[in-house]
């Protein structure tokens, strides 16, 4: 079983477990985690980690072009 588009998207736009601005995506990621690693769902944790390095590699790209544009 792989994950859905919702749970992709939601692992790429919040890739970090951690608590920021107002938003709870700490608690998502977590219980989202436990989840399949309780159901044994090793396929949606390796794609979630994937996803996760997507979005950091999408952020930091971001950060790259908006340094070359306001430099």
Do not use: H
């Amino acid at each position: 079983m792989s994950l859905t588009n919702s749970e992709f998207l939601t692992f790429f736009f919040f890739p970090y477990n951690v608590k920021r601005f107002g938003m709870n995506d700490y608690e998502l990621n977590k219980s989202e985690d436990e989840r399949f690693v309780k159901y044994g769902f090793e396929t949606k944790l390796k794609e979630a980690d994937s996803a996760r390095l997507y979005g950091t590699i999408f952020y930091i790209g971001i950060a790259i072009i908006l340094g070359v544009i306001f430099k």
